[in-house]
């Protein structure tokens, strides 16, 4: 099954930063969306930034200030900066790529853990 590849994770301490990459085969030429979701132990899923063709990115009010997500034009990768890492940030990041009239391609996940 193809997936995207999501790279950039790790350890990092309180107040760190990291940047997670995903790349999406080359043949998907029709991505309409791209986004990062996470899931922390015992929560659920949620939306972390996406970026919609033709609109501005989306955060959720958690990463606001701290997280930027963005798209290499004409290419199918996407990165997600994260600044001011907290505790809070620590769970499985998940790379999404949506299509019209197409079900959603994820990741298999990346471990992102902010600790002292």
């Known amino acids: 099954q193809v997936q995207l590849v999501e790279s950039g994770g790790g350890l990092v301490q309180p107040g760190g930063s990291l940047t997670l990459s995903c790349v999406a085969p080359?043949?998907?030429?029709?991505?309409?969306?791209m986004g990062w979701e996470r899931q922390a132990p015992d929560k659920q899923r949620e939306m972390v930034a996406q970026v919609t063709r033709g609109s501005g990115p989306i955060y959720a009010d958690s990463v606001k200030g701290r997280f930027t997500i963005s798209r290499v034009n004409g290419e199918n990768t996407l990165y997600l900066q994260m600044n001011d890492l907290k505790s809070e940030d620590t769970a499985i990041y998940y790379c999404?790529?949506?299509?019209?009239?197409?079900?959603?391609?994820w990741g298999q996940g990346i471990q992102v853990t902010v600790s002292s």
């Open positions: 999404r790529a949506g299509f019209l009239g197409a079900p959603d391609v």
């Open positions: 080359k043949n998907f030429a029709n991505i309409y969306n």
